[in-house]
């Protein structure tokens, strides 16, 4: 049986409407009991938030089923160092996650500055990080995207406000989230799947894509989003399969690559 991770922005919804397909593929991973979990790297939600947020939109995702950055980013401090101590920028997402692996969120000497998404970056807490960058807080950061989406156009994301921190301070932040397989790889840990039998399904070449390569796991681009297939083309590396879009996978769940898509 195949293990499916999949990213929710470009895949299964787009600007808060659902992509048509997405809500059966769901389904029938679920009356399948097939192992899934949606994949963001957006770090200002908790699953809890992101479940009522996708339920508004027709699709049913449990909880457990989310995986976000924020989430990777925990599981990644833990492993380094238990119960530690950072100073957050960021939303309830991330503070959360923090908090729930026993960390004590501290602007006075923390072990780390954890840079997560917010829409309202401050700039004194960017001063502070700076400064407590440069006193040798280890410097994280949820996910490198640059931009982010809103109705008004393109909004300053977590890489933009890292790279900000980065220049001013000559440190480069270690960042959790995709296209870095430690996303891809503690979501297989969180679904206790291995990456023989799991495929990642994206709208991107450089992120969900890259990941799944190089976590080795079997990938699927998908043309609802961002990427088209001559975009696609301009890439050194390739997914194991494009489709149009999720809807292409309904009926086929249990046989993601087989010969049906040229039929």
């Known amino acids: 049986m195949w293990h499916y991770l999949m990213d929710m922005d470009g895949v299964l919804v787009h600007e808060e409407h659902l992509i048509p397909g997405a809500d059966e593929l769901v389904a029938e991973l679920r009356a399948s009991e097939t192992p899934f979990l949606v994949l963001t790297n957006n770090s200002i939600y908790t699953p809890r938030d992101l479940r009522a947020r996708l339920q508004r939109t027709g699709l049913d995702i449990p909880e457990t089923s989310i995986w976000t950055s924020a989430l990777a980013t925990a599981k990644f401090l833990d492993s380094q160092r238990p119960n530690g101590s950072a100073f957050v920028i960021g939303e309830a997402g991330l503070t959360t996650a923090l908090h729930e692996i026993g960390y ?113 796991l079997s990938t699927i681009l998908v043309l609802s989003g961002v990427f088209t297939a001559e975009s696609a083309e301009m890439y050194p590396y390739r997914p194991t399969r494009v489709l149009k879009s999720i809807a292409e996978l309904v009926g086929h769940s249990q046989d993601p690559f087989g010969d049906w898509a040229a039929a």
């Not at 890259?210 to 976590?215: D, I, P, Q, V």
């Open 104 to 216: 004590v969120l501290t602007d006075r000497d923390p072990d780390y500055v954890v840079l997560g998404e917010t829409r309202t970056y401050s700039f004194t807490a960017i001063t502070k990080a700076i400064r407590l960058v440069e006193e040798g807080a280890k410097f994280i950061a949820t996910n490198p995207d640059a931009t982010g989406p809103s109705r008004e156009g393109s909004l300053p994301a977590t890489g933009a406000v890292a790279a900000l921190i980065e220049r001013a301070t000559g440190r480069e932040p270690y960042y959790v989230g995709k296209p870095n397989p430690l996303m891809m790889r503690s979501a297989l840990r969180a679904l206790g799947s291995h990456s023989e039998n799991a495929l990642m399904i994206g709208d991107r070449m450089d992120t969900d894509v890259r990941s799944g390569l190089e976590a080795g």
